[in-house]
């Protein structure tokens, strides 16, 4: 029986079948083969910069879910309405956390990454404008929530995308290891303003318009240097001569409009046709790719990856709604509970360099212990690499520091322990949490990996705060620390097993 080929290290497009095996063709034979062509034709220095524009636009979703939480005791008063209501406006957050990269990842295969880069950014701008000037209604206000979320939450798989469009496989961990420091910014950035804003000025308002500032910054800056990547509209981006207007950023629209000659139009309009019939096929396929967002899921070298990203930030949602409440208990305010999430984001960030770097690592020494070049390792013949084995790397005593660190981190706050140990353990919960995120998401498409833990995430704030009534919060972090470690060491076993690990 023939089995569904596994799906490894790509992202929206290649799990809709944006790149072909044409894009990337593979000789596995010996090293002493000529150089293969660069996988991307973008400058070294270019990449830096959209590196650096990527992880600010990715910056959205966590700055936006973090400033929200110490601003919930501020909008039930001035809502006058319940706690469970206001956190209906978190689980709509979840939600369409979900919904969007599914929505907005299959188009910009088709469309292009551009276009959906600047259509979200402009949802997410209008989402926060709306609430910055929404003052009585609650409706609106659950309305706008959904808008803002829609917006802010697909930019990361966007730029999933245009990292797996510009960067080999073997590379793409060293590119995605800054840009997950800038998006956790925000995780850092987010409690700690909103924290300031509920303590100083008891309004939020302002919070709202700084985020309205922030969009149209990062609209502006997507608008003027981030070109078309799709490799299935332009290729490896050698050619910007041969792009439509609409692929191009500002910067070089005006570019070509000055340098322009007529042999130069007679050119592109001549190869005008074959583009368009190219977009024609594509667009044919966009149906598929959407539904491949889902069927991916279900792949048996997938789903346990997916488990593992999906537990991981189930249980970090659970660190996250659990902080306010108990550092209530050790008497801090609005502002000191915002700079306590501090700890655990500055593990994030330092999480999110260190993994960069370590997939990279396991990836090399993978590939040597097979006998292939890391650079070889791409096209069709990526699938015989046994990515499993190369992601799943030290990841058994890994998982058993993390169940640790959890578990103990319950039981330190059921005690009352010094805030400085809770501190250290918070810092670790945020470097070990992030560091299974980051390496099991490039196992499949970023908008399967957004789906299966917003459902998980949304799923599990409903269940487990009875768990936290009924039984405390040793108990609580225990079940979390063994959900994901117990459950988390099967996963690995299974990927190693049925995966190409064997």
């Keep these: 029986m023939t089995t569904p080929k596994p799906v490894h290290d790509i992202s929206i ?65 001035h809502f006058g309405t319940s706690a469970q209501a206001i956190n209906l406006t978190l689980t709509i957050y979840i939600i369409f956390q979900g919904i969007s990269p599914v ?112 969009g149209v910054i990062l609209l502006v800056g997507v608008g003027l240097f981030l070109p078309e990547t799709a490799r299935n509209l332009v290729g490896d981006g050698g050619d910007p001569s041969q792009f439509n207007n609409w692929q191009l950023s500002w910067v070089q629209l005006v570019r070509r409009r000055v340098q322009r000659d007529r042999r130069d139009q007679r050119k592109v309009g001549a190869e005008l ?109 990526l699938f015989r690499f046994p990515i499993e084995r190369a992601r799943t790397r030290w990841s058994y005593w890994m998982l058993g520091v993390s169940t640790a660190g959890m578990i103990g981190y319950g039981w330190a706050v059921q005690s009352g322990a010094h805030i400085s140990i809770l501190f250290i353990l918070q810092f670790l919960e945020g470097f070990w949490i992030t560091f299974f995120y980051t390496t099991y998401s490039t196992f499949t498409a970023a908008a399967a990996t957004s789906v299966t833990r917003t459902v998980l995430a949304a799923a599990g704030v409903a269940i487990l705060q009875p768990l936290v009534d009924a039984a405390g919060r040793g108990w609580y972090f225990t079940f979390l620390g063994l959900l994901t470690g117990i459950s988390g060491c099967i996963a690995v076993f299974a990927l190693r097993r049925n995966g190409m690990a064997s």
């Design 273 to 381: 046709p074959e583009r368009r019939e190219n977009e024609v096929k594509t667009r044919d396929s966009t149906y598929k790719m959407f539904l491949s967002c889902f069927r991916i899921i279900f792949h048996k070298d997938t789903v346990f990856a997916l488990w593992i990203h999906g537990s991981f930030y189930l249980a970090g949602y659970g660190f996250l709604t659990a902080l306010p409440d108990i550092y209530t208990g050790y008497g801090f305010n609005a502002l000191y509970i915002g700079l306590a999430y501090l700890p655990r984001g500055i593990g994030i960030i330092v999480s999110n360099y260190v993994s960069g770097r370590v997939m990279d690592h396991n990836y090399r020494v993978t590939a040597d212990e097979i006998g292939w070049t890391a650079e070889k390792a791409t096209g069709e013949d």
């Design 103 to 214: 929505i907005f990842g299959p188009p910009s295969d088709y469309y292009g990454r551009r276009p959906m880069f600047l259509i979200t950014l402009l949802l997410y701008v209008v989402g926060n404008l709306g609430l910055s000037l929404n003052d009585r209604s609650y409706a609106a206000l659950l309305v706008l929530r959904s808008v803002q979320s829609l917006g802010a939450s697909a930019a990361y798989a966007i730029s999933f995308g245009v990292v797996a469009d510009l960067c080999h496989p073997s590379e793409r961990g060293r590119m995605l290891g800054p840009i997950n420091m800038a998006l956790n910014l925000g995780s850092c950035v987010g409690p700690i303003a909103g924290g300031a804003v509920a303590y100083k000025s008891q309004s939020y308002a302002w919070v709202f318009y700084s985020l309205v500032i922030v």
């Design 13 to 77: 497009e290649e799990a809709g079948q944006g790149v072909t095996p044409q894009d990337a063709q593979l000789d596995l034979t010996t090293d002493s083969e000529q150089e293969p062509k660069p996988y991307s034709s973008i400058a070294r220095f270019r990449m830096r910069q959209l590196q650096l524009l990527l992880g600010l636009a990715a910056i959205t979703s966590p700055l936006t879910a973090n400033i929200y939480l110490p601003l919930l005791p501020l909008l039930r008063q």
